[in-house]
């Protein structure tokens, strides 16, 4: 953050950039954030000098600094008062360094500018595969999910909850089923504390689901229906419980080879071909079935995720 001191008087105002010099480096700073090495360009003086000069400007309360780094940038404050706004509008055009100084500055701000673009090209191609600060999926997910307008949702085979817990902060209410006591206590005591209060855990089998038919707008199987014993009658209950219009969504992995799957992870089908699921959702009634390949783990055993997405005709 920028650190500010107090503006002083006029007077002082006005001795202090009575030097030209320091005259140029307001005109500069009035509109960027510079650094002392970007003033040494610009101004072609040395580092010694534009500091002093920054230092003496600080002092009389005309600038601010912030750090970023190793460095700071350094910016003019907005003049409390008209006669500096105006000697300095007048500088601008007697001063004959004055448009010199300007081309400069676009120059240098050029650099920064080709900086950032000479790295983004090159991590060009493995930027998604890469650390970026602040990029995850579940930041994604949240800003996506303020698009969303508050439906009924159903999350089939939620687990302890994590997925249906963010849903709930934009869903008009939210109903969470599971095989597995544990989870669903888990996941009631996570809605507690958090104080998450359209959130509903129910026990029960994706394939014999505890929600009345045509009673929510969406369906989620979020990495959940390769533990069904029978997708088909999952998908089956998913079109039951739908509303006419309602739309359904599958997270899952492709169809893959690593059996230890079952023991590791009570997988009971080594995920699903594309086409396997267009035609599940199909014969279940939904219309617009579609199924592609989403994402893929770099990590062996490589899992690759399979999104699938049909909607329940209106009629």
Not at 56 to 81: C, E, F, H, I, N
Not at 107 to 122: G, N, Y
Not at 221 to 227: A, G, N, T, V
Request: avoid cysteine; hydrophobic fraction near 45%; proline fraction near 4%.
């Amino acid at each position: 953050m920028y650190q500010n001191q107090p503006m002083p008087s006029i007077l002082k105002s006005l001795r202090v950039v009575a030097d030209p010099n320091r005259l140029r480096i307001l005109l500069l700073i009035q509109s960027e954030e510079l650094s002392v090495a970007e003033l040494q360009e610009i101004l072609v003086m040395g580092q010694s000098t534009i500091s002093t000069h920054l230092s003496q400007l600080r002092q009389a309360g005309l600038v601010q600094d912030r750090r970023t780094g190793k460095s700071s940038l350094y910016r003019m404050k907005s003049p409390a008062d008209g006669l500096l706004a105006g000697l300095l509008a007048q500088a601008r055009e007697e001063i004959p360094e004055a448009a010199r100084d300007q081309d400069a500055m676009r120059r240098v701000l050029k650099k920064r500018q080709d900086k950032m673009r000479t790295f983004f090209d090159s991590v060009a191609g493995r930027l998604g595969r890469d650390y970026v600060p602040g990029k995850s999926w579940k930041g994604l997910a949240e800003a996506l999910l303020q698009l969303m307008p508050p439906l009924v949702i159903a999350d089939l085979g939620a687990g302890e909850g994590a997925f249906a817990l963010l849903l709930a902060q934009r869903a008009a209410r939210v109903i969470a089923v599971d095989t597995s006591d544990k989870m669903i206590e888990v996941g009631r005591n996570q809605a507690q504390r958090l104080g998450i209060a359209n959130i509903e855990f129910r026990l029960g089998d994706m394939e014999e689901v505890p929600i009345d038919d045509d009673a929510v707008d969406l369906v989620f199987f979020s990495q959940s229906l390769h533990h069904a014993l029978h997708p088909d009658r999952a998908i089956h209950e998913a079109h039951r419980i739908l509303r006419p219009g309602g739309r359904l969504v599958i997270l899952d992995l492709l169809q893959h080879r690593f059996e230890e799957a079952r023991e590791l992870y009570a997988d009971e089908w080594l995920g699903f071909a594309e086409s396997e699921i267009e035609s599940m959702l199909t014969a279940a009634g939904f219309a617009n079935a579609h199924a592609s390949i989403v994402d893929k783990d770099p990590a062996a055993p490589q899992f690759q995720t399979l999104l699938a997405v049909a909607h329940k005709p209106a009629s």
